[in-house]
């Protein structure tokens, strides 16, 4: 009667015999390798938070009449609709800030199709006091990645003429291809300033508000119909916009006399930088503090961060010699590109020195053959899980290779059990190679696949955590279940071969004896220690006790916060940022001396590598001021210092370490110049 067979013994057979496994194991890698250089990089995981701001001016409106008619109002309605977590609003003079946050994982397209509709099909309600509105939505790609900072030692290139180069440099980043939006920070814009003199406006029977009309009404451009002539129709344009500071000069404002008066006769008109409202500098260690204007370049959605800011940087070196003008210098002061492209790469290589670890383990215990069958199961068992990875649309980030890394302990466990089952039949020598490996195998098949699925089945929970952290861990539950299924598919099919192919020739050597397990060192310590607990019930009880006792005081210590318990450790970045309150109605001036402070403190400190003052105006903005809304904040009693530290490699103390060491101080040099601020890390997770 022939012996029936398992459908786990025929699909092993099937990969031992032919040379599907041969197949397998090209097709595999080679797909690995391509989705590990296809798969966008970024450092964070991508989050899908539907956000918008809708900006509201009230013209002429006190902070707490906004906030009464607009704002409260505003708020009420838009939390009406469905999918919405928080709205919350800013009122300040003349205009309101409401915020919608949608849900995490909504759809960002409706959410946002909703909030227009809700806004649209109340328009009849808006106040009167109401001048207009405009809804920006705000989504994670909206950050940049690139900060490029111009600044000179020349005193000829002001924060106005760093500006105009800057919009020039933004003209020329936006055209780099996967760039999302640019945007210039700082500096004076070019604007023509209209200075009115009394004295010559009434010597000339004019008032101020005559001369504005004037130039509203001069300043127009449209179209005043059509008419026919020699069979064609011609179209009729009435004005023109003015095209500059010569054209306003000369622009008719009033009539006296019979004569016009022109806008020169009764005001001076200056072509040149706007009025100074906001501070943007650029501080050294060396004590050399520059004006600066900085351009920030963030991608589009799903690109690879680290091509987008080699392409920006590229782009930079080569309009450094066509547009920069010599003293004009450029640095970059952030780029998280390149912090991506690290965070991967460090992982990647702890990933590496761990596979190295443990190959190298079963190297001093099995054999250099054993070795091989492993060192080749775990990349290909990889490289099926990035290719899975890619196709689902994750990106190569931090959490996805602490996931990779976390499952490599776990991936490793599959071939181990089949390749040191098989060494042991091949050693017993009780059945021929190719009938020993299917013996082996089929052996230990069932406690692999349950051990398995009970680690998948653990990491499942994942993908029901919500939030923030839901997306965010998304890639961990999705990839280490994915790693051991992989691993699992890959001890159906690649490690038998492997075993068979690379054992088969140390099976049956004449000068070795046939292995019996009561030979084996483990097996007879074993022997000798077991008996005695299970023949000593007092014995069993008390290692039983002894093991409780541990159990509950390893919960003890995590319920006593002896030992902290965090969803995310502590991430060393370069960098930290400095959030700078003055009291409202503080001058500009007053709090750019209070930033410059805290900048002179900050260059003693060895670890800092440069820094940028902010002052009356925002930073560019990262993921955590995305979600705080820092890129709001405006206003002459506002600054910020940005921090870049040197490389971690290059300092001893973690960032979070170092920001402690200096809060106290920084606290106390604010508290002397009656200031509020708050020293922010970059958290290590979304900011929730």
């Known amino acids: 009667m022939e012996e029936k067979t398992s459908l786990t013994q025929r699909v092993v057979e099937v990969f031992l015999k032919g040379n599907l496994s041969v ?27 539907p956000m918008a701001d809708v900006i509201v001016s009230v013209p002429g409106a006190s902070a707490e009449e906004v906030e009464r008619h607009v704002a409260s109002r505003l708020e009420k309605m838009l939390f009406q609709m469905d999918g919405v977590e928080y709205v919350y609003s800013m009122s300040r003079p003349e205009q309101a800030t409401v915020t919608v946050r949608f849900y995490v994982g909504e759809n960002r397209e409706n959410s946002l199709v909703k909030l227009y509709n809700k806004i649209n099909s109340n328009t009849d309600q808006v106040p009167a006091s109401v001048a207009g509105w405009v809804v920006k939505p705000v989504e994670i790609d909206d950050v940049p990645i690139v900060n490029v900072s111009l600044f000179s030692e020349r005193e000829q290139y002001d924060d106005a003429a760093l500006r105009r180069l800057a919009e020039e440099i933004e003209i020329q980043l936006q055209a780099v291809s996967n760039t999302g939006k640019v945007a210039v920070i700082g500096g004076r ?23 504005a009309r004037a130039i509203q009404a001069s300043n127009t451009q449209g179209t005043a119909g059509t008419f026919n002539a020699a069979n064609r129709e011609m ?141 080749a199961a775990v990349p290909v068992t990889f490289a099926l899980t990035l290719l899975v990875n890619y196709l689902a649309g994750y990106t190569i980030n931090r959490v ?49 696949i349950l051990a398995t699925f009970a680690v998948i089945i653990s990491f499942l929970p994942m993908f029901f955590i919500t939030g923030m952290m839901g997306p965010y861990m998304r890639p961990m539950a999705l990839n280490v279940p994915l790693a051991m299924f992989m691993s699992l598919l890959v001890a159906f099919t690649l490690t038998p071969w492997m075993s068979y192919h690379v054992l088969k020739g140390e099976y049956g050597k004449a000068e070795e004896a046939p292995w019996t397990m009561e030979q084996s060192a483990t097996y007879r310590f074993y022997k000798r220690v077991l008996p005695v607990f299970f023949h000593s019930r007092r014995l069993s009880w008390t290692l039983l006790s002894i093991t409780m006792v541990l159990f509950v005081f390893a919960g003890w210590l995590a319920l006593s916060r002896n030992v902290p318990l965090k969803m995310l450790p502590f991430d060393n970045k370069n960098e930290f940022q400095i959030i ?3 009291p409202e109605g503080t001058t500009l001036e007053s709090t750019d001396s209070t930033t410059l402070a805290l900048v002179e403190y900050l260059r003693t400190v060895p670890e800092v590598k440069d820094m940028q003052t902010y002052v009356g105006l925002a930073s560019a903005m990262d993921f955590n001021g995305m979600v705080r809304h820092y890129y709001l904040r405006q206003g002459s009693n506002v600054g910020e210092v940005r921090v870049n530290l040197v490389d971690k490699k290059d300092r001893q103390q973690q960032s979070h370490a170092l920001t402690l060491r200096l ?14 601020i708050k020293v922010v890390e970059m958290p290590p997770g979304p900011p929730v």
Not at 23 to 47: D, H, Y
């Open 23 to 49: 197949l397998f194991l090209l097709i595999s890698l080679l797909a690995g390798v391509v989705a590990l250089m296809v798969t966008a990089r970024e450092e964070e995981p991508q989050i899908v938070v």
């Open 189 to 211: 814009p070019r604007m023509a300033r209209v200075e009115l003199d009394a004295a010559r406006l009434s010597a000339h029977l004019l008032s101020a508000l005559e001369v």
């Open 235 to 375: 179209q009729v344009d009435v004005g023109n916009f003015l095209e500059g500071a010569d054209a306003l000069r000369h622009l008719v404002v009033g009539v006296q006399g019979g004569k016009p008066v022109r806008l020169s006769d009764v005001a001076d008109v200056i072509d040149g930088p706007a009025e100074v409202q906001s501070y943007t500098r650029m501080a050294f260690k060396d004590g050399s503090l520059f004006p600066a204007v900085h351009v920030a370049v963030a991608k589009k959605k799903g690109v690879n961060a680290v091509w987008v800011a080699n392409a920006v940087e590229q782009r930079m070196e080569e309009l450094k010699k066509s547009l920069l003008p010599n003293g004009v210098n450029y640095r970059i002061t952030r780029n998280y590109g390149e912090t991506a492209n690290h965070k991967v790469n460090e992982l990647v290589e702890g990933l590496t020195i761990a596979l190295i670890v443990i190959i190298g383990l079963i190297l001093l215990t099995m054999g250099w053959r054993e070795a091989l069958i492993i060192a």
């Open 400 to 448: 996805t290779l602490f996931a990779l890394t976390l499952a490599l302990g776990l991936v490793v466990d599959d071939p181990i059990v089949d390749v040191e089952n098989i060494y042991r039949h091949f050693k017993m020598r009780k059945e021929p190679p190719l009938k020993a490996v299917l013996t082996a195998v089929n052996e230990v098949r069932p406690p692999v």
């Open 580 to 582: 700078v309150d003055m």
């Open 663 to 676: 809060r106290n101080d920084l606290i106390g040099i604010a508290k002397e110049r009656n200031a509020n």
